[in-house]
């Protein structure tokens, strides 16, 4: 039996509504591209010489000399016992007068801090098998 005209009707033009969203949803997304791309270049533009408007990328291997993170941590151990890796991470930050509330550098220490003392745990001077939330917990082994 063949189909009424309203739904064949009804049909061609839903299926012209969706192409024309889907044309208006590309153009969209092409235009939060480029206000994304003019906003980066006046932001480039109203530099007021303030260094806060760019931060400096830091190469941890100018902040800490070498073997220092790992000195300083078995120090830690040493001194206080059993040790978290945010703990440590905290208190290396201190020692360094850095920013504790800077959220990348703190994780890029972090990760420094896990680094070398799994390197030490390989060589059977630290142990980390422990966790706490998920962070591990260093002690000596020694």
């Known amino acids: ?3 009424p005209l309203a739904i064949s009707i009804l049909r061609k033009k839903r299926d012209r509504i969706r192409d024309t969203i889907a044309k208006y949803e590309a153009r969209l997304k092409e235009a939060q591209a480029d206000l994304a ?3 980066a270049a006046l932001r480039l533009f109203e530099i007021d ?3 806060d408007d760019f ?3 830091v190469d941890l291997n100018r902040v800490f000399r070498r073997g220092e993170t ?3 941590c078995l120090e830690m151990l040493r001194a206080e016992g059993p040790l978290d890796t945010c703990e440590l991470a905290a208190r290396l930050m201190r020692r360094k007068g850095l920013d504790e509330h800077d959220k990348v550098l703190s994780q890029a220490i972090t990760l420094r801090i896990v680094q070398t003392l799994r390197a030490r745990a390989r060589r059977g001077k630290v142990d980390g098998n422990e966790r706490r939330k998920g962070v591990c917990i260093w002690r000596l082994l020694m």
């Open 1 to 3: 039996m063949a189909e």
């Open 37 to 39: 791309h003019v906003i």
């Open 49 to 51: 010489n303030n260094a």
């Open 55 to 57: 931060p400096a990328y």
């Open 70 to 72: 790992t000195t300083f």
